[in-house]
């Protein structure tokens, strides 16, 4: 297997930092929920509506957006993205007001949309055939990293100084990352052969017509539901099912996020090479923590946290060997079909946080486990994940 040179190591590892700031650009709001709401004069639900309304953007803008932006040159691209994201940061930092604020987080979303639908791309046309699952989990890493130190850090630092100052920050550490990639990146051409927003409709037709990649979308939402069904609640649960909350709550969710990043290298490290077996080990994965939850939960609290901590391993995987998926499924029209994904990974999330709110409310949060589990088991048994197709083009201009 041929080695990954130099140069494109470093891109690899800048794409990773900017995915870092993209998802915690995203999910900031939830742990300055109060400082946010008392600075800017409304209500906290109003500052909670920031990452709702940006998940709505992102999902009915990324089509469009990512085809009509199909013919600029990769390496272009994922610049024009995070220049994006920095200023709409700087603009955040800036706000007078909350519509101020609403405004730009809502500029962002458009281009979040685009990147993670290139990324995943442009990671695969960085490195020798062969290597694309390994490149899309280096790139992943800043989406781990990101959980497990993004919004902490944020908190932490918007705390002590203020929300404002803590946006500057993360608005420093994209543009570095801008930076960074202006200067290593190599110039990736773009998919001139769409032609552009006109043709956006029949592109979408003749991509929706892979059967291959419909099966990978559906699976994502089936594992995205169970997995947010649970994890949007998963203080509650181990509240309930193991007494862990406060200072024990942020540790046990600290090690869940550095198994996250295990998951993450380990998937990296053998989809390539046997893409079925890394999917069946992940999605097994989750199917084991979702049940370990829910038979521990009676009677042994060690053994809720340590199927929470599997849980966080597995499900760090998952989107790993779903995008490498992607790619080998759809090697024609990757941009599109990423679009697909991120769109099925956006419906996963509002189904999933839905369906275990609607669980809580009626007093059932012991069947969320349980319930996920069986969906899992499922979706493993109805939808096999496609192994063939493999990358044919990859297109780097030095």
């Not at 193991?242 to 046990?252: E, I, S």
């Not at 090479?273 to 939850?293: C, N």
Request: net charge positive; aromatic share 8%; glycine share 10%.
């Amino acid at each position: 297997m041929h080695r990954i040179d130099a140069r494109s190591w470093a891109s690899l590892i800048l794409l990773a930092c900017a995915a870092f700031a993209y998802n915690t650009s995203e999910s900031f709001p939830v742990g300055l929920l109060p400082e946010m709401a008392r600075d800017l004069g409304v209500a906290e639900s109003r500052i909670g509506s920031l990452l709702t309304l940006y998940a709505v953007v992102v999902a009915v803008t990324v089509l469009p957006l990512v085809v009509a932006a199909s013919g600029v040159a990769r390496r272009r691209l994922i610049l024009i993205t995070i220049g994006v994201l920095v200023v709409s940061n700087l603009a955040m930092a800036v706000a007078p007001g909350y519509a101020w604020v609403l405004a730009s987080r809502l500029v962002s979303a458009t281009t979040h949309g685009i990147f993670w639908s290139v990324v995943a791309p442009t990671a695969a046309m960085l490195v020798p055939r062969g290597r694309e699952g390994f490149a899309t989990s280096v790139a992943f890493m800043g989406s781990s990293l990101a959980m497990v130190a993004g919004t902490p850090l944020m908190t932490a630092l918007g705390t002590t100084w203020g929300w404002r100052p803590a946006i500057i920050v993360l608005a420093v550490a994209a543009a570095l990352a801008f930076v960074g990639l202006a200067l290593v990146m190599p110039t990736l051409e773009g998919r001139s052969d769409t032609g552009g927003l006109r043709s956006w409709l029949p592109l979408l037709a003749s991509t929706v017509r892979n059967r291959s990649l419909l099966r990978v979308c559906a699976l994502t939402i089936v594992l995205v539901v169970a997995y947010f069904a649970a994890y949007t609640y998963i203080a509650l649960i181990l509240d309930r099912a193991a007494g862990v909350t406060g200072r024990g709550l942020a540790v046990v969710l600290l090690v869940y996020g550095f198994a996250g990043l295990i998951g993450v290298w380990a998937i990296g490290k053998v989809t390539d090479s046997f893409p079925r077996r890394a999917a069946v080990v992940a999605m097994g994965g989750l199917a084991l923590a979702f049940a370990g939850i829910g038979i521990f939960s009676s009677w042994a609290p060690a053994g809720v946290v340590l199927s929470v901590v599997v849980l966080g391993a597995a499900f760090a995987a998952t989107p790993v060997f779903l995008q490498a998926t992607v790619l080998r499924v759809a090697p024609e029209t990757s941009d599109v079909a990423s679009s697909l994904y991120v769109v099925a990974f956006q419906v996963g999330i509002a189904g999933g946080s839905l369906a275990g709110g609607l669980a809580v409310d009626h007093g059932l949060l012991g069947l969320i486990p349980w319930t996920a589990a069986a969906v899992v088991l499922l979706g493993m048994l109805a939808l096999r994940v496609p192994v063939r197709a493999p990358i044919d083009e990859r297109r780097p201009v030095a």
